[in-house]
Each structure stands twice: as structure tokens, then as C-alpha cells.
């Protein structure tokens, strides 16, 4: 019971540190997306460390002197938590390719993107000033500095995902 209470607050300190991470002013659902999708990764390999009585990650429950079935249900634990977090962040999943064009333009594949947005793409990664921009500015602050007519659907697209990010956000 000691090591159940021990893992809880263990536990409970990492998703206090997400949650913190979530709260943040002026972020973007594509950067709050990053930080879940770390999360996840972090939950699968505490999952695989603790099954292998690693108890890295858990400083609190390291103190401990945790069996194998205990290390066997903690493991679980994660791995539904890891479950949950997929679940519950589905539509952040459906979008992500979108998050990633609107993040990284300069390296996106310009064949996987949406039919409209390929040419404006091409001129984009062609275009060494505006790589510098991007590498330079704030992203919105970018899209808002790009020629209205060369990048039309490019700015839209990116207008458009200012719009549910800021919707997800609230």
C-alpha cells in the first residue's frame, strides 16, 4: 500500500509538470500538441523501465522496495494512462499533419500537402528570404510578413489554423 501511495505522487508530479506546460500563455495547439505527444513517449518508457524494475524516472518510489508484480501493475498503470492520453487527444491526432505544415513549412513534403497549398510551398522553400524570416520571427508574425498574392493560400490556410488553435486553446 506504502508503494501504491509512493507511485501515485510520483505520478502525479509528472502530469503537475504537463499540466503547467499545457497552461502557458500565448502557445499555440500545434506546441501544446508537441507536449502530449512527448508525454506519451515519456509514459511508454517509464511503462518499459519500471517492467524492468528501472526506477529512473520514479525518485520517490527508487526509495522503495518494490516487487516485480508491483513494478508488473505500475507498468499498466502507465501504459492505460499512455492509452487515455491517445485517446482523449484524437483530434489533435487527425489535424497533426496540418500542425506540422503550419510549423515547419521549409520541411514539409510539398506532395503530401492539400492540393491548394503545393504551389505556394514550392515558391516558399524556394525563397531564401523568407527562410530567414521563418528562422527569425514568431510564426504568426512570419505568416502575416508574406506577400498577400504569391501566398494566398498559404496565408489562408495558415489564418485558418491560427483560428482552431486559438478555439482549442480556449
Known amino acids: 500500500m506504502a508503494c501504491d501511495f509512493v507511485f501515485a505522487v510520483d505520478i502525479l508530479q509528472k502530469l503537475s509538470e504537463l499540466n503547467t506546460k499545457l497552461q502557458r500563455k500565448s502557445v499555440f495547439a500545434h506546441e501544446l500538441y508537441v507536449e502530449v505527444k512527448a508525454f506519451q513517449l515519456k509514459l511508454k518508457l517509464s511503462a518499459k523501465q519500471l517492467k524492468e524494475q528501472n ?4 525518485p520517490l518510489l527508487k526509495t522503495r522496495a518494490v516487487t516485480q508484480a508491483l513494478s508488473d501493475k505500475y507498468s499498466s498503470h502507465l501504459m492505460a494512462l499512455k492509452e487515455e492520453f491517445i485517446r482523449r487527444f484524437a483530434d489533435f491526432k487527425a489535424i497533426q499533419g496540418q500542425f506540422d505544415l503550419l510549423s515547419s513549412p521549409f520541411i514539409c513534403d510539398v506532395e ?16 531564401n528570404s523568407s ?5 527569425n520571427k514568431p510564426l504568426v508574425e512570419f505568416y502575416a510578413s508574406l506577400h498577400p498574392k504569391k501566398f494566398k493560400n498559404l496565408k489562408n490556410f495558415a489564418r485558418k489554423m491560427f483560428v482552431i488553435c486559438f478555439d482549442l486553446h480556449m
Do not use: M, R, Y
Open 55 to 58: 526506477f529512473v524516472q520514479f
Open 112 to 127: 503530401t500537402a492539400a492540393e491548394e497549398l503545393q504551389v505556394d510551398l514550392i515558391d516558399l522553400q524556394a525563397d
Open 131 to 135: 527562410k530567414s524570416l521563418f528562422e
